[in-house]
T-cell receptor, first 115, second 115 residues
Framework: AQKVTQAQTEISVVEKEDVTLDCVYETRDTTYYLFWYKQPPSGELVFLIRRNSFDEQNEISGRYSWNFQKSTSSFNFTITASQVVDSAVYFCALSAQDSNYQLIWGAGTKLIIKP | DAGVIQSPRHEVTEMGQEVTLRCKPISGHDYLFWYRQTMMRGLELLIYFNNNVPIDDSGMPEDRFSAKMPNASFSTLKIQPSEPRDSAVYFC?????????????FGPGTRLTVL
């Protein structure tokens, strides 16, 4: 069975703090893909990053960074120097052949950045 | 390039009425997905199409729900008759390719309220 767990339901930090959103996944497939999406208060779902199972290099994009560790089946997302505009619900998702490459979604983590 | 387009953005209707939601995928994308998002159940895949053909409709909750894709640039999701429990945000997404490497891009969603 495939599953994505985002154990943190809600996180609240003060602006400029660093924050890490956790994502743990389960799959039997050896080839799979991991995604992060952002859903701001306006409601749209915005794609942030995609990673495949053969590429464990960490990725950095501005204040955003992602840590992919197959050994712990985790794909964590860190925001450095958080800003109020980062307030949103963040979803982690998994895509694998076992599910016909359909997205298996985590429950989401609501991130609140206080000024 | 235009993203996924959905209409209407908001729909308020009374129980028993027919509701039609519309989606225009990104040009060139051959997969189209309909999702429903509620607080209780999160993001649920309702149905998806490949090259205009429905592939998996196992997520469609009841016979009251139906979806069509008459051509590569248009899809509808219809609820007839609508019920208050259908109130949710309905997202349309599209992607190209046949592997999980390809990213789903989402429309802005339609917020449906059934009174």
């Amino acid at each position: 069975a495939q599953k994505v767990t985002q154990a943190q339901t809600e996180i609240s930090v003060v602006e400029k703090e660093d924050v890490t959103l956790d994502c743990v996944y389960e799959t039997r497939d050896t080839t799979y893909y991991l995604f992060w999406y952002k859903q701001p208060p306006s409601g749209e779902l915005v794609f942030l990053i995609r990673r495949n199972s053969f590429d464990e290099q960490n990725e950095i994009s501005g204040r955003y960074s992602w840590n992919f560790q197959k050994s712990t089946s985790s794909f964590n997302f860190t925001i450095t120097a958080s800003q109020v505009v980062d307030s949103a619900v963040y979803f982690c998702a998994l895509s694998a052949q076992d599910s016909n490459y359909q997205l298996i979604w985590g429950a989401g983590t609501k991130l609140i950045i206080k000024p | 390039d235009a993203g996924v387009i959905q209409s209407p953005r908001h729909e308020v209707t009374e129980m028993g009425q027919e509701v039609t939601l519309r989606c225009k995928p990104i040009s060139g994308h051959d997969y189209l997905f309909w999702y429903r998002q509620t607080m209780m159940r999160g993001l649920e895949l309702l149905i998806y199409f490949n090259n205009n053909v429905p592939i998996d409709d196992s997520g469609m909750p009841e016979d009251r729900f139906s979806a069509k894709m008459p051509n590569a640039s248009f899809s509808t999701l219809k609820i007839q008759p609508s019920e208050p429990r259908d109130s949710a945000v309905y997202f349309c997404a599209s992607r190209t390719g046949t592997s999980g490497l390809d990213t789903q891009y989402f429309g802005p969603g339609t917020r449906l309220t059934v009174l």
